[in-house]
């Protein structure tokens, strides 16, 4: 593995009815970023496969059937956490991909590598957009081999089923025990024996049978996983002095009440660059501004990972050596361009209160005034990490 700041991508795999789906969401409403539901695209896309004529049960696709399938799934995705929504073009994913048959169909789509080879590349696209929870069969081993924090899930066939059963009633459907452990047994089959992607945790994976655990027990073991990989995640922004470290939430008050900070940019030459910049925090991400063309823009279209820094409290001291106090914070994050005018608006009024709180009453027109000459970017923090050295309280 390079030395590159690991994606911020929790891959969860494993089985059907292992769970993933709950938990992953979950995680994702934790970590407040978007889910992905891998095994939905497989699902839409053998429905779609079947639209266009094609049988599970029969010989596979023809070419002609592969192109019709793959031009109708484009896939996006839209919130975060528990709102997190696969869209096919611009629409959500319906009920109909939910059911046992659709599961068999995209297990028995899953093995060409055709198949394969498009669904890796629609995820990582979406991979390349969004931090996120990628939930499925090789996030770890194959699409995200980068990902900061990988888990698999596993558990007995007979538990599996069991709560696929439970999943089932609560929809208000009913089934068989046996026949749902028949079809997990033999979907496993099938996922764990294809020659491309198989079923398999990846070997950096952390392994955990839920078999005798409940949801929350699980979940708290993703978690541990999650806090384990992210102190261990080799950015330069890592503490090198335990003693220094703040809480992620000192980190945050610092970049609520800093006044500028630097970004740091990467054109993927051996030159990095960096600009000082004046930018509001709110809901999480930091906003900035600036003119819609120029060198920044022109990086941050080609590579949007980057750094931010934020000092205050600075004091130079002397106190038989040279030191100085101050505190300072370390955003490591993806840069996005807000597009959508009333996010981009709340964004240039936010900037305006912030530095000229005394004309707050006339940010609303400026932002309406600057929308269509200025670009506004949002900064989405993956690593977030706080230093000090603080001058000591005073005694007594
Ligand atoms: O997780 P699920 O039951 O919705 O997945 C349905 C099928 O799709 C699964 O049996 C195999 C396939 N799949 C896959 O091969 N790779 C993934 N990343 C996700 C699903």
Redesign the pocket.
């Given at each position: 593995m390079t030395e590159r700041a690991r994606s911020m991508i929790v891959t969860v795999d494993g089985p059907?009815g292992a769970g993933?789906?709950t938990l992953a969401v979950r995680v994702a409403e934790e970590l407040g970023i978007p889910c992905l539901?891998?095994?939905?695209m497989?699902?839409t896309l053998a429905l779609e496969l079947q639209r266009a004529g094609f049988d599970p049960t029969g010989s596979g696709p023809g070419a002609q059937e592969l192109e019709r399938a793959f031009a109708a799934c484009v896939f996006s995705l839209e919130g975060v956490g528990a709102s997190s929504c696969l869209l096919c073009r611009g629409r959500p994913v319906g009920d109909e991909i939910r059911t046992e048959q659709a599961?068999m169909a995209?297990?028995a789509v899953?093995v060409l590598p055709e198949v394969r080879e498009f669904t890796k590349k629609a995820q990582r696209a979406l991979g390349d957009k969004y931090p996120l929870v990628a939930e499925?069969?090789?996030?770890g081993t194959v699409i995200f081999p980068d990902a900061f924090c990988k888990v698999y899930l596993s558990a007995s066939a007979r538990v599996r089923a069991e709560r696929r059963l439970l999943q089932l009633r609560a929809a208000g459907r009913d089934a068989d025990i046996r026949e749902i452990e028949e079809l997990i047994r033999e979907?496993d089959v099938?996922?764990e024996s294809r020659a491309s992607?198989p079923l398999r945790p990846a070997d950096d994976a952390v392994i955990i049978d839920t078999t005798d655990m409940d949801a929350d027990a699980v979940f708290a073991a993703i978690m541990r996983a999650v806090r384990e990989a992210r102190a261990a995640a080799p950015v330069a922004v890592r503490m090198r002095r335990r003693d220094r470290e703040m809480e992620r939430q000192s980190a945050t008050d610092l970049l609520k009440r800093g006044e500028y900070g630097v970004l740091g940019m990467d054109d993927g030459s051996s030159w990095p660059y960096a600009v000082p910049l004046s930018y509001v925090l709110s809901d999480g991400v930091i906003y900035f501004h600036c003119a819609p063309s120029g060198r920044k823009v022109g990086i941050l279209a080609r590579n949007n990972r980057v750094c931010f820094t934020v000092v205050t409290d600075t004091e130079p001291v002397y106190d038989k050596s040279f030191s100085t106090y101050y505190a300072s914070a370390a955003v490591v994050g993806r840069v996005f361009p807000v597009v959508d005018e009333e996010e981009k608006k709340r964004a240039l009024v936010l900037l305006a209160e912030k530095y000229s709180p005394e004309h707050a009453d006339k940010a609303g027109a400026y932002a309406e005034r600057s929308l269509k000459n200025t670009a506004v970017y949002r900064i989405v923090p993956e690593l977030l990490s706080g230093k000090a050295k603080l001058r000591p309280a005073p005694d007594g």
């Open positions: 059907a993933k789906s539901d891998t095994g939905a497989f699902r599961g995209a297990a899953a499925g069969r090789d996030m979907r099938r996922d992607a």
